[in-house]
């Protein structure tokens, strides 16, 4: 009896020490720096179908679940005037939330009617969002969406956008989607004058383009839409560990199985379709900041690198674009693993 006790003791405490050791030590951090979390499919309403909510509306829920997941802060992102006035609301509620204020490509013919009334509305909430605003964005442009606005009048916005924000010291939250000549000719021109540079989101351009947006100064935002093909993997390999940002784009841009990217997740949450709504599952198709760990996981695959030792990296990378004060206020330790961790 007396050897039995001994022997259930001693196993108890291999247990505790084989369950410490495998405890991570740090637990990982993540920044959403792409967060629309004012979409309707947060209301429940999709495609646009206001009368017929398929659901509660369940943001609560899907913050809670963000939390849980590591996430420590979220940037929403302002798509408009209208939409940047309610990420900023919203950011207001919780002191983890933080937004941009811009103007969408897609929707730049809102800023036609009076481009000077427009600007200063931009303006306006910059400055009554004060440290709540963290990038000047998102602009951009989109030739893959013209019948929602022409090319002509995305340029002329692009570069209003980028004028507008000297006025402000704030990185700015760029959009580029099959325009990348156009695009690096104007961003090229107005680099040496912004002086916190900014984040280039959403990245499906080519290895010239992230090397010559990091050469400038640029960091590269990293989702799903980043991940769908070979070539898109590929380009990923070739961006400086130290200009990696990750994102979700929530709502939009999830990890498909179609995408090339998926073969790499290891985390995966059950969802039921919008129609089975519950309050703890995630809704199929519809994508939210806790997934941000499945694109960690594809890059550090992809990369061939420690997920622990890229996702600590990446961590730093955003607080050195968005929240400088805070990394120069952190504790940065050097690891046994020779890395720099922000505590
Ligand atoms: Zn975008």
Redesign the pocket.
């Known amino acids: 009896m007396h050897t039995n006790l001994l022997t259930a003791f001693g196993l108890l405490s291999f247990c505790r020490l084989f369950h410490l050791q495998n405890t991570p030590s740090f637990k990982m951090k993540f920044i959403d720096i792409g967060a629309n979390l004012k979409d309707g499919m947060y209301q429940g309403i999709y495609n646009g179908k206001t009368e017929n909510p398929k659901h509660e509306p369940d943001l609560e829920h899907v913050l809670r679940r963000a939390w849980d997941a590591g996430l420590h802060k979220i940037i929403i992102t302002g798509t408009n005037v209208a939409d940047s006035q309610s990420a900023l609301k919203l950011a207001q509620s919780d002191e983890r939330l933080y937004s941009t204020v811009g103007c969408?490509p897609t929707q730049c013919t809102e800023y036609e009617s009076d481009p000077d009334a427009y600007s200063q509305s931009l303006d306006k909430l910059i400055r009554e969002g004060g440290n709540k605003v963290v990038a000047f964005g998102?602009f951009g442009l989109d030739y893959d969406r013209l019948q929602y606005c022409p090319k002509e009048i995305q340029l002329k916005y692009f570069e209003k956008q980028l004028n507008l924000s000297l006025n402000h010291n704030l990185p700015l939250f760029l959009?580029c989607r099959n325009a990348e000549s156009d695009f690096m000719r104007i961003i090229k021109e107005y680099a040496p004058k912004l002086s916190r540079k900014g984040v280039v989101?959403?990245f499906d351009g080519t290895t010239q383009q992230a090397l010559d947006l990091t050469d400038l100064g640029f960091y590269i935002g990293i989702n799903g839409c980043s991940l769908k093909t070979i070539e898109n993997l590929e380009v990923l390999k070739s961006i400086p560990e130290d200009r990696l940002l990750l994102e979700t784009?929530c709502p939009w841009c999830e990890v498909k199985q179609s995408h090339a990217g998926y073969s790499y997740v290891k985390t995966k949450h059950d969802n039921v379709k919008n129609m089975k709504w519950v309050p703890d599952k995630m809704v199929k198709s519809r994508n939210e900041p806790a997934n941000i760990v499945q694109i960690l996981e594809i890059v550090a695959a992809v990369r061939g690198v420690d997920q622990e030792r890229l996702g600590s990296k990446i961590h730093t990378n955003t607080l050195r674009l968005f929240f400088p004060h805070e990394l120069a206020h952190s504790d940065t330790t050097n690891h046994a693993d020779g890395t720099e961790r922000a505590v």
């Open positions: 969408h998102e959009h989101h959403s784009d």
